[in-house]
T-cell receptor, first 113, second 111 residues
Framework: KAGVTQTPRYLIKTRGQQVTLSCSPISGHRSVSWYQQTPGQGLQFLFEYFSETQRNKGNFPGRFSGRQFSNSRSEMNVSTLELGDSALYLC????????????FGSGTQLSVL | EDKVVQSPLSLVVHEGDTVTLNCSYEVTNFRSLLWYKQEKKAPTFLFML????IEKKSGRLSSILDKKELFSILNITATQTGDSAVYLC???????????FGKGTRLSVIA
């Protein structure tokens, strides 16, 4: 079974630009969660989608948004990028069959210059 | 607010040593505690501990959960260089709430 796939792996943007990250969950998983990881803060929860609906949302500004498609693939978008948005963005999928434990992708490393 | 604190933040040991990583937590309506290993980018699942499973073991790794004192430990015996990684602890509350992660412990095992 293929794992969680995130694209792109690396991204370099400048302040003020916007970016879209993509995540394909494990086949059959309907829940997709997004986390931001920085050296100082660890993993911070962004949002979770389940069956195309946002089920949970973390404490991030409205510049961070996401969506989920009918095939469970998910995208997250960050608009008006700031230097502090530089981070590893991790996507994870889960299903009730796995006891809701998360399976992570390898992440997208975003650098904002 | 749910909270997870891991200690130490970093640790350097020699191959063959035994290490103990700590995780304390505060969470309303506790459901489970999970340990992950992050070597490069993708955290990989190690253990899930719940009220009905407070001790887990896999090879040289073991973990226990103390629900009364609100902490968990991850033990690694006979460490190898391949154990070098960031170890993440996370807690889950009941009701489809997201996992809350600690900042992790960076373990370096030197030959």
């Amino acid at each position: 079974k293929a794992g969680v796939t995130q694209t792109p792996r690396y991204l370099i943007k400048t302040r003020g630009q916007q970016v879209t990250l993509s995540c394909s969950p494990i086949s059959g998983h309907r829940s997709v969660s997004w986390y931001q990881q920085t050296p100082g803060q660890g993993l911070q929860f962004l949002f979770e989608y389940f069956s195309e609906t946002q089920r949970n949302k973390g404490n991030f500004p409205g510049r961070f948004s996401g969506r989920q498609f009918s095939n469970s693939r998910s995208e997250m978008n960050v608009s008006t990028l700031e230097l502090g948005d530089s981070a590893l963005y991790l996507c994870a999928s889960s299903s009730r069959d796995t006891g809701e434990k998360l399976f992570f992708g390898s992440g997208t490393q975003l650098s904002v210059l | 607010e749910d909270k997870v604190v891991q200690s130490p933040l970093s640790l350097v040991v020699h191959e063959g040593d035994t290490v103990t990583l700590n995780c304390s937590y505060e969470v309303t309506n506790f459901r489970s505690l999970l340990w992950y290993k992050q070597e490069k980018k993708a955290p990989t699942f190690l253990f899930m501990l719940t009220s009905s499973g407070i001790e887990k073991k896999s090879g040289r790794l073991s973990s226990i959960l103390d629900k009364k004192e609100l902490f968990s430990i991850l033990n690694i015996t006979a460490t190898q260089t391949g154990d070098s990684a960031v170890y993440l602890c996370a807690v889950e509350a009941r009701g489809n709430t997201p996992l809350v992660f600690g900042k992790g412990t960076r373990l370096s095992v030197i030959a």
